[in-house]
Protein backbone atom coordinates (compact mmCIF):
# COMPACT_ATOMS: atom_id res chain seq x y z
CA UNK A 1 0.00 0.00 0.00
CA UNK A 2 0.75 3.58 -0.03
CA UNK A 3 2.26 5.41 2.98
CA UNK A 4 3.40 8.55 4.16
CA UNK A 5 4.57 9.41 7.92
CA UNK A 6 5.18 12.70 9.35
CA UNK A 7 5.10 13.30 13.32
CA UNK A 8 1.93 14.17 14.56
CA UNK A 9 2.71 17.42 16.18
CA UNK A 10 6.05 19.35 17.26
CA UNK A 11 6.20 22.59 19.81
CA UNK A 12 8.78 25.34 19.05
CA UNK A 13 9.75 28.49 20.30
CA UNK A 14 8.99 32.16 18.14
CA UNK A 15 12.58 33.38 16.26
CA UNK A 16 13.81 29.21 15.86
CA UNK A 17 14.26 26.76 13.02
CA UNK A 18 12.36 23.75 12.97
CA UNK A 19 12.43 20.62 10.56
CA UNK A 20 9.31 18.59 10.07
CA UNK A 21 9.92 15.32 8.58
CA UNK A 22 7.83 13.13 5.73
CA UNK A 23 9.21 9.84 4.93
CA UNK A 24 7.29 8.10 1.88
CA UNK A 25 6.71 4.91 0.32
CA UNK A 26 4.80 4.97 -2.55
CA UNK A 27 3.59 3.79 -6.32
CA UNK A 28 5.89 5.59 -8.23
CA UNK A 29 6.90 9.16 -7.84
CA UNK A 30 6.38 12.09 -9.76
CA UNK A 31 7.14 15.01 -6.84
CA UNK A 32 6.37 16.12 -3.72
CA UNK A 33 4.52 19.02 -2.20
CA UNK A 34 4.26 20.79 0.82
CA UNK A 35 1.16 22.89 1.86
CA UNK A 36 0.43 24.55 5.20
CA UNK A 37 -2.92 24.38 6.59
CA UNK A 38 -4.46 26.80 9.14
CA UNK A 39 -7.26 25.26 11.28
CA UNK A 40 -10.65 25.92 9.52
CA UNK A 41 -9.10 27.04 6.42
CA UNK A 42 -7.64 25.03 3.28
CA UNK A 43 -4.45 23.62 2.44
CA UNK A 44 -2.29 26.20 0.90
CA UNK A 45 0.96 25.34 -1.38
CA UNK A 46 4.35 25.92 0.06
CA UNK A 47 6.91 23.84 -1.99
CA UNK A 48 7.71 21.51 -5.02
CA UNK A 49 10.37 18.87 -4.93
CA UNK A 50 10.93 16.38 -7.77
CA UNK A 51 14.80 16.02 -7.90
CA UNK A 52 16.79 15.74 -4.88
CA UNK A 53 17.98 18.82 -3.28
CA UNK A 54 17.10 21.59 -1.22
CA UNK A 55 14.84 24.08 -2.63
CA UNK A 56 15.14 27.62 -0.82
CA UNK A 57 11.90 29.76 -0.82
CA UNK A 58 12.35 32.68 1.95
CA UNK A 59 12.11 31.83 5.09
CA UNK A 60 11.04 27.89 3.93
CA UNK A 61 13.24 25.46 2.60
CA UNK A 62 11.93 21.66 1.34
CA UNK A 63 14.28 19.05 0.73
CA UNK A 64 14.47 15.40 -0.99
CA UNK A 65 16.08 12.20 -0.98
CA UNK A 66 13.88 9.96 -3.37
CA UNK A 67 16.31 7.08 -2.86
CA UNK A 68 15.49 7.37 0.83
CA UNK A 69 12.07 8.13 0.35
CA UNK A 70 12.34 11.28 2.73
CA UNK A 71 11.80 14.76 2.62
CA UNK A 72 11.78 17.89 5.43
CA UNK A 73 10.50 21.29 5.26
CA UNK A 74 12.84 23.61 7.65
CA UNK A 75 10.92 26.86 8.86
CA UNK A 76 13.47 29.84 10.36
CA UNK A 77 12.79 32.94 12.11
CA UNK A 78 9.63 31.44 13.21
CA UNK A 79 6.88 33.23 13.81
CA UNK A 80 3.48 32.87 15.94
CA UNK A 81 1.64 32.96 12.13
CA UNK A 82 3.46 29.60 11.13
CA UNK A 83 1.23 28.08 14.15
CA UNK A 84 -0.81 25.50 11.65
CA UNK A 85 -0.59 21.91 9.83
CA UNK A 86 1.90 21.57 7.68
CA UNK A 87 0.80 18.51 4.93
CA UNK A 88 3.29 16.21 2.96
CA UNK A 89 2.00 15.13 -0.44
CA UNK A 90 3.66 12.47 -3.23
CA UNK A 91 2.05 12.68 -6.56
CA UNK A 92 2.18 9.18 -7.49
CA UNK A 93 2.54 7.26 -11.41
CA UNK A 94 -1.03 7.98 -11.77
CA UNK A 95 -0.11 11.65 -10.50
CA UNK A 96 -3.04 11.25 -8.05
CA UNK A 97 -1.64 13.45 -4.62
CA UNK A 98 -1.32 10.61 -2.11
CA UNK A 99 -1.63 12.89 1.99
CA UNK A 100 -0.18 12.59 5.15
CA UNK A 101 -1.97 13.43 8.05
CA UNK A 102 -0.39 16.09 8.69
CA UNK A 103 2.15 17.71 11.74
CA UNK A 104 0.54 20.41 14.05
CA UNK A 105 3.18 22.60 14.33
CA UNK A 106 2.49 24.59 17.99
CA UNK A 107 4.73 27.85 18.55
CA UNK A 108 5.05 29.13 21.86
CA UNK A 109 6.54 33.14 22.64
CA UNK B 1 -8.53 36.17 -10.94
CA UNK B 2 -10.87 34.15 -8.75
CA UNK B 3 -9.69 30.54 -7.22
CA UNK B 4 -11.11 27.62 -6.26
CA UNK B 5 -14.78 28.23 -5.03
CA UNK B 6 -17.19 26.41 -2.78
CA UNK B 7 -20.82 26.15 -1.72
CA UNK B 8 -22.29 25.81 0.76
CA UNK B 9 -19.90 26.48 3.20
CA UNK B 10 -21.72 24.74 5.84
CA UNK B 11 -23.93 22.25 5.76
CA UNK B 12 -26.17 20.08 8.68
CA UNK B 13 -28.09 16.82 7.30
CA UNK B 14 -29.98 14.52 9.02
CA UNK B 15 -28.45 10.67 8.99
CA UNK B 16 -29.73 8.54 5.51
CA UNK B 17 -30.35 12.55 3.51
CA UNK B 18 -28.35 13.60 0.53
CA UNK B 19 -26.48 15.79 0.06
CA UNK B 20 -24.63 17.86 -3.32
CA UNK B 21 -22.11 19.90 -2.73
CA UNK B 22 -20.54 22.23 -5.78
CA UNK B 23 -16.71 23.88 -6.81
CA UNK B 24 -16.05 25.95 -9.50
CA UNK B 25 -12.21 25.28 -10.16
CA UNK B 26 -9.63 27.80 -10.72
CA UNK B 27 -9.55 30.07 -14.09
CA UNK B 28 -7.67 27.85 -16.81
CA UNK B 29 -7.97 24.19 -14.60
CA UNK B 30 -9.45 21.42 -15.95
CA UNK B 31 -8.88 19.06 -13.25
CA UNK B 32 -11.18 18.94 -10.23
CA UNK B 33 -10.21 16.61 -7.44
CA UNK B 34 -12.62 15.87 -4.16
CA UNK B 35 -11.30 15.21 -0.54
CA UNK B 36 -12.77 14.25 2.96
CA UNK B 37 -10.76 15.53 6.16
CA UNK B 38 -11.63 14.42 9.35
CA UNK B 39 -10.72 16.37 12.57
CA UNK B 40 -7.01 16.04 13.23
CA UNK B 41 -6.53 14.14 9.77
CA UNK B 42 -4.94 15.12 6.20
CA UNK B 43 -7.26 14.82 3.41
CA UNK B 44 -8.17 11.73 2.28
CA UNK B 45 -9.50 11.29 -2.11
CA UNK B 46 -12.68 10.64 -2.82
CA UNK B 47 -12.23 11.04 -6.85
CA UNK B 48 -11.02 13.13 -9.64
CA UNK B 49 -12.83 14.40 -12.57
CA UNK B 50 -11.56 15.53 -16.13
CA UNK B 51 -13.20 16.03 -19.23
CA UNK B 52 -16.33 14.99 -17.47
CA UNK B 53 -15.54 12.21 -16.60
CA UNK B 54 -14.24 9.91 -13.20
CA UNK B 55 -10.78 9.49 -13.60
CA UNK B 56 -9.70 8.35 -10.67
CA UNK B 57 -10.89 6.50 -7.19
CA UNK B 58 -10.31 6.78 -3.82
CA UNK B 59 -11.43 3.64 -1.45
CA UNK B 60 -15.10 5.17 -1.21
CA UNK B 61 -18.04 3.83 -1.08
CA UNK B 62 -20.63 4.09 -4.35
CA UNK B 63 -22.61 6.52 -1.70
CA UNK B 64 -20.10 8.89 -2.90
CA UNK B 65 -20.77 10.10 -6.85
CA UNK B 66 -20.00 13.32 -8.97
CA UNK B 67 -19.86 14.76 -11.78
CA UNK B 68 -18.16 17.65 -13.71
CA UNK B 69 -19.27 19.68 -16.01
CA UNK B 70 -18.69 21.34 -19.27
CA UNK B 71 -17.07 24.80 -17.80
CA UNK B 72 -14.71 22.23 -15.63
CA UNK B 73 -17.47 23.04 -12.29
CA UNK B 74 -18.09 19.40 -10.10
CA UNK B 75 -20.83 18.22 -8.07
CA UNK B 76 -20.19 15.95 -5.06
CA UNK B 77 -23.11 13.64 -3.70
CA UNK B 78 -23.20 11.82 -1.01
CA UNK B 79 -26.27 9.62 -0.90
CA UNK B 80 -27.48 7.89 2.69
CA UNK B 81 -25.68 10.26 4.55
CA UNK B 82 -23.97 8.77 8.05
CA UNK B 83 -22.87 10.05 11.35
CA UNK B 84 -19.24 9.12 9.67
CA UNK B 85 -19.52 11.64 7.03
CA UNK B 86 -19.47 14.77 8.99
CA UNK B 87 -15.84 16.26 7.57
CA UNK B 88 -14.52 19.25 6.11
CA UNK B 89 -15.20 18.54 2.24
CA UNK B 90 -12.34 20.15 0.04
CA UNK B 91 -11.97 20.63 -3.85
CA UNK B 92 -8.94 21.27 -5.55
CA UNK B 93 -8.44 22.53 -9.05
CA UNK B 94 -5.28 21.54 -11.32
CA UNK B 95 -4.07 20.95 -14.65
CA UNK B 96 -3.92 17.27 -15.67
CA UNK B 97 -0.83 18.16 -18.05
CA UNK B 98 2.45 18.71 -16.32
CA UNK B 99 4.00 17.05 -13.32
CA UNK B 100 4.49 20.67 -11.36
CA UNK B 101 1.16 21.11 -11.12
CA UNK B 102 -0.05 21.95 -7.59
CA UNK B 103 -3.44 21.98 -6.48
CA UNK B 104 -5.39 24.90 -5.45
CA UNK B 105 -8.25 24.34 -2.84
CA UNK B 106 -11.24 25.62 -2.14
CA UNK B 107 -12.08 26.70 1.57
CA UNK B 108 -14.10 23.31 1.93
CA UNK B 109 -18.07 22.68 3.24
CA UNK B 110 -17.99 21.93 6.55
CA UNK B 111 -20.59 18.62 6.62
CA UNK B 112 -22.36 17.72 10.01
CA UNK B 113 -24.57 15.19 9.69
CA UNK B 114 -26.71 14.36 12.82
Known amino acids: GQNIDQPTEMTATEGAIVQINCTYQTSGFNGLFWYQQHAGEAPTFLSYNVLDGLEEKGRFSSFLSRSKGYSYLLLKELQMKDSASYLCAVKDSNYQLIWGAGTKLIIKP | DAGVTQSPTHLIKTRGQQVTLRCSPKSGHDTVSWYQQALGQGPQFIFQ???????QRGNFPDRFSGHQFPNYSSELNVNALLLGDSALYLCASSLQRGERTEAFFGQGTRLTVV
Open chain 2, 49 to 55: YYEEEER
